[in-house]
């Protein structure tokens, strides 16, 4: 099942609306997300910093594998052996060095990847994603990281040097506009959110996620899309209880993953899914 929701507060609606019937939607913002007043539990007391290399990602994947495939995906926590978990935290590192991983050149789609951690031990304790996504109008389908990138790269393929030089300066949603397919357009994607089981229920997952409402009005996007698993009662808490979400759109056809332990190896399962999307 897949889920469209928007916040009254964060005055997104027109945005949204205006990106479904225009091509060139991309080019245009409605008001930015508006910051969130202050609540009890200040961010300073966790240290967030930016997961870039090879070794602070690989940490990071270390860490979502215990603390949301092993932990929280399935109703119940997952038993795996040495080889599933080296094999599963090979795969989310492979995923989280294709989103967030420095590069030597500048990504042409923003994205970054913020761990929490202990201030006594420097343990991680949280993490969570964010990262600017091609969307596909028909489905609202959030289009793959690497397939999104060659959309850009193709259709700049097929200009001629003249054209290529007048986009040097264009700004992103102007590049959008001009490359990307009738209709598709740009937003804001939190993804990889997950929180140290012996503190969740403590305000992390709020602020893991108002850190990337941070990083989307930075890179000057009013709203944000996310999928949750349809029986994940807690983290739908957070995302429509606590964080004021609300339903706009539904679709069947969408679906999500979830780790099986299949012999030696870990296989993926499809399982329902909510797609929510703040705009």
Known sequence: RRVEVSRPCLRIDR??????????AVALRAPQIAPRAAHVRASATVN?????????????????????????????????????????????LDDMEARYAELVGKRRLESALWVARDPASSAIIGCVG?????????????LPRRYSESLFTSALGEMGARERNELRSASLEQLAATLLPPGHFLCAVLSN????????????????CERCEEAAREWGFNG????VEEGNA????LYEGKLGYRLTFADDCASGTRVVPDGAGVAIEDVPVTLLTLG
């Not at 399935?74 to 599933?84: C, G, H, M, R, S």
């Open 15 to 24: 945005a949204m609306l205006v990106a479904l019937l225009s091509p060139l």
């Open 48 to 92: 967030f910093e930016q997961a870039k290399s090879e070794a602070a990602l690989a940490e990071a994947a270390a860490f979502f594998v215990d603390s949301f495939w092993a932990a929280s995906t399935a109703t119940t926590a997952v038993a795996l052996t040495a080889a599933q978990r080296s094999q599963l935290e090979s795969q989310q």
């Open 130 to 142: 964010c990262e600017v996504a091609v969307v596909k109008p028909s489905t609202r389908q959030v």
């Open 193 to 208: 959110l997950a929180v140290s089981p012996n503190i969740r229920r403590g305000g992390l997952g709020r602020q893991l």
């Open 224 to 227: 944000l899309m996310l999928q």
């Open 234 to 237: 807690a983290a739908r808490g």
